[in-house]
């Protein structure tokens, strides 16, 4: 690289040879060649018509929560900056509320809470970013970003131009999007929600609700919502802080209604949720944990030993080594069951 391209690097703050063990969840050891938060819409845009300049590639990075880093990261890593929060009347007495990619997701949760808003309340204690949720239509708890959605703001690299899209234009499905489709393409800036008004609650999730019956109170609200699904997720989901991870690993596959008859009928003690076109969606943590593999360690790397959806590393364990298990425990469903599962977090 030439030095005036260098120098451009300084003055635009990025760092060189960054480790990257502190921004991924499981903690793996890498490197990102360079390193920078850009902090505004102009910073990026800078960042990033250099690095098409230069021929370098560009690695977006959210919280970190939903990446196996299996090697050093070449090129340009961008983390976002930007972090504020705002609020705008909408009908019916609703409001929207617009965050900023780089705030934490959580954060907005709480925030839209403590304004008195419900509507993202099952949605507490997820990972990642604001810039993140989208990408791959996060959910938990019967709720998913798409069913709050109202728009977002991104940069489009392609055409180079800053663009609005609303849910149709957005291709939401099941743990996907237009983003993870054309990944590279879309740098998410801000994402605007409805909250607040009639937003209902939503309790019929099982565990949820098993959950908020044993309370005291008949009367859930979205605060009592959220501290359950906190509660919920708290017993289920280690805390990355404690043991890496990056919650969970795989999706729940959706199969016809006749394979989910021909599982189920060998298999009595299937876990599935029926969906509304006649399909069925499967407990991946289910088919996993039947298989024995709950607890299971190879190594540095394992299945958490409550929940089998959760993959860990107990300290010095790398990318290649979680593939591996990941690659096991997948034959293993799919020679039990005739079922392909599929990997939520992005391998780098």
Same mark, same amino acid.
């Given at each position: 690289m030439h030095s005036s391209a260098e120098q451009e690097l300084q003055r635009l703050g990025v760092q060189r040879g960054v480790p990257m063990v502190e921004y991924n969840t499981f903690g793996f050891?890498? +490197?990102?060649?360079?390193? =920078? !938060?850009?902090?505004?819409?102009? @910073? %990026? =845009?800078?960042? %990033?018509? %250099?690095? !098409?300049? +230069?021929? *370098?590639? =560009?690695?977006? %990075? &959210?919280g970190g929560s939903n990446i196996v880093l299996t090697r050093d990261i070449p090129g340009i890593t961008v983390r976002l900056g930007n972090r504020d929060i705002r609020y705008t009347p909408a009908p019916d007495g609703q409001m929207q509320v617009t965050a900023d990619a780089g705030v934490n997701w959580h954060d907005l949760v709480m925030n839209t809470l403590e304004h008195g808003h419900q509507g993202l309340e099952n949605l507490s204690l997820i990972p990642g970013t604001v810039g993140a949720a989208p990408v791959q239509n996060i959910g938990a708890y019967g709720v998913e970003l798409v069913d709050r959605f109202c728009s977002l703001r991104a940069w489009h690299r392609p055409s180079r131009r800053f663009l609005t899209l609303g849910r149709e234009d957005c291709e939401f499905t099941y743990r996907n999007s237009r983003f993870k489709r054309e990944q590279g393409d879309w740098v998410v800036m801000s994402l605007t929600l409805v909250v607040g008004g009639d937003t209902p609650l939503v309790l019929e999730y099982p565990s949820l609700a098993e959950h908020l019956a044993a309370g005291t109170s008949d009367n859930a609200t979205a605060r009592s919502v959220s501290q359950a699904v906190i509660s919920v997720r708290s017993t289920r989901l280690p805390d990355p802080a404690v043991i &890496?991870?990056?919650?969970?690993?795989? @999706?729940?596959?959706?199969?016809s209604g006749s394979e989910h008859a021909r599982i189920s009928a060998v298999n009595s003690g299937l876990v599935s949720y029926p969906l509304p076109d006649g399909r069925f969606k499967l407990a991946a943590g289910w088919l996993i944990d039947s298989l024995g593999f709950k607890g299971v360690r190879r190594g540095a790397i394992g299945v958490h030993e409550r929940q089998a959806l959760v993959l860990v590393n107990h300290g010095g364990g790398t990318g290649v /080594?979680?593939?591996? *298990? =990941?690659?096991?425990? #997948? *034959?293993?469903? #799919? /020679?039990?069951? &005739?079922?392909?599962? !599929?990997? /939520?977090?992005?391998?780098?």
């Open positions: 050891n890498a +490197q990102a060649e360079y390193f =920078v !938060t850009a902090n505004d819409e102009d @910073h %990026l =845009v800078a960042l %990033l018509d %250099l690095a !098409t300049d +230069q021929n *370098l590639p =560009v690695f977006l %990075l &959210g &890496g991870n990056a919650g969970s690993f795989f @999706h729940n596959p959706i199969v /080594e979680l593939l591996a *298990l =990941v690659e096991e425990i #997948r *034959l293993a469903v #799919r /020679e039990a069951y &005739g079922v392909e599962l !599929t990997v /939520e977090p992005l391998i780098v």
